[in-house]
């Protein structure tokens, strides 16, 4: 009698095997998210065994001197935000993977990317899309002027079929949208699960580094903003990207995760129009609020670090009525860390002598900008002054600082880089802790400060010399 295939059980989430059903994944806490499928088969054990018997290489291992790079060399494709972040441009044999909500304008991206690797001379680039029909593509290449001749497009969600068009057509670049839509017949489990994204992705990164041609695969995300799939998947690929932003706004970033072909930390700043997605090399602007022409009570400018740039953000803070008989306040914010706008309330109000915690608070960011390090701390708490105390800080004044539950004001990286910054835009004065500037900066005062009281004492006399 033919033994029994053996059944076990893999969370949809991380890929985490178990011999028996169980509500919640052991490894990942996701409930909800195991799925029934065919356990992989034991390995013989013993050194006598085939898959760990040695074999003759297909080529020796050379010293590393004499390895070309040439390879691995980057062709850019003329989006410079997009090259930025992925170190240069595209790499042929390189497979990277692009996420983000829906509608953020991933596609249109892509597409872009597509049309100008053809316009450029290095070959064919092909488009396998799994959730649009090839009509809805072509309008969109219409809009946004996507027509090169090198431009290749199928409409595709079997693996086999899509392995088949690159043989057919033999491209430099091929973008897969999205790697969760196209079914690998040899493997178990529903399209987008566990198996059948590793196995789809494993084939497409098997025929990238065969025919040394550039990847990029579009992956969906959960409702946490994550990859959807195996966290495999981000080891397999040699680019991890995440292309964010708010669907009301027209500002779009795509922020590198993993890179090993340049630096994993960068940021590429974009801008949604009508006729598709425009780098913009300067974003700078587009995080100040430039309608009022005097100082406004409330406000106060830091800057912050988006990989390795240096941008400069408003904050703005606004009080309402002080909440008697037991309410609790309200406290919003946008584009910032609830639970440091708590921190910075109640700093300031046991450290600094002032009384917020019963005040409803709103703050936010200009421009649609999220803010995630702690340096935005200084302007969030001068913002939260001038707006009690109904006194504009100077307008062109930055500050940048950690506060601390003690009331210091800490020491950021890269505070020289901002200050540079600063003073290319025109800044004045800069409040900064003591000690983190090693380096002499022109046409800006610099101004270092020990504590939150040090800050709020320096900002009104900086206010009160220039108004």
Not at 157 to 180: K, Y
Not at 280 to 295: H, K, Q, R, V, Y
């Amino acid at each position: 009698m033919p033994k029994a295939q053996r059944i076990s059980y893999a969370c949809a989430a991380c890929g985490h095997r178990v011999p028996k059903w169980v509500g919640q994944c052991p490894d990942c806490g996701e409930w909800g998210s195991m799925e029934e499928s065919a356990a992989p088969p034991r390995q013989m054990a013993g050194p006598a065994s085939a898959a760990s018997a040695a074999r003759r290489p297909a080529s020796p291992a050379r010293r590393i001197g004499t390895v070309s790079a040439e390879q691995a060399a980057s062709l850019p494709t003329g989006i410079g935000e997009f090259d930025r972040v992925m170190g240069g441009g595209l790499v042929p044999g390189g497979v990277s993977l692009i996420s983000g909500e829906p509608g953020v304008g991933k596609s249109t991206l892509l597409l872009e990317v597509a049309h100008r690797f053809g316009e450029s001379g290095y070959g064919r680039a092909l488009v396998a899309t799994g959730e649009e029909s090839a009509s809805q593509v072509r309008r969109r290449a219409d809009r946004t002027g996507c027509l090169s001749e090198e431009l290749y497009l199928a409409a595709e969600t079997d693996l086999g079929a899509v392995l088949g068009h690159i043989e057919d057509v033999g491209p430099g670049l091929v973008i897969l949208d999205s790697v969760q839509t196209v079914v690998a017949g040899n493997a178990d489990g529903v399209p987008g699960g566990v198996t059948q994204v590793k196995s789809v992705a494993s084939a497409v990164i098997a025929a990238a580094k065969a025919r040394d041609m550039a990847v990029i695969l579009v992956g969906h995300v959960t409702k946490d903003g994550g990859i959807a799939g195996p966290r495999a998947l981000e080891h397999l690929v040699d680019t991890v990207m995440h292309f964010e932003g708010d669907r009301h706004s027209m500002l779009r970033l795509l922020r590198g995760v993993k890179n090993r072909f340049g630096p994993a930390d960068e940021v590429g700043c974009f801008e949604m129009t009508e006729d598709g997605i425009v780098s913009l090399a300067d974003p700078s602007g587009l995080f100040l609020d430039d309608a009022p022409t005097e100082p406004t009570p409330g406000t106060c400018v830091t800057v912050t670090m988006e990989g390795r740039r240096a941008v400069p953000v408003e904050i703005q803070a606004l009080l309402g009525k002080s909440i008697k008989d037991g309410a609790v306040p309200r406290h919003t914010v946008s584009g910032l860390d609830q639970a440091r706008l708590n921190m910075v309330l109640a700093v300031l109000t046991r450290r600094g002598g002032m009384r917020l915690l019963d005040r409803e608070v709103y703050a936010t960011t200009i421009g649609g900008i999220r803010i995630r390090e702690p340096a935005s701390d200084l302007a969030l708490a001068l913002a939260l002054v001038s707006a009690e105390q109904e006194i504009a800080v100077s307008a062109d004044l930055v500050a940048i600082g950690e506060v601390s539950l003690t009331g210091q004001v800490r020491r950021t990286v890269n505070a020289d880089r901002r200050l540079s910054e600063s003073a290319r835009l025109g800044f004045k004065t800069a409040i900064v802790p003591r000690g983190s500037v090693s380096e002499r900066h022109t046409g800006i005062e610099v101004i270092e400060v020990e504590t939150i009281n040090d800050a709020k004492q320096a900002a009104a006399r900086t206010w009160a010399r220039r108004g």
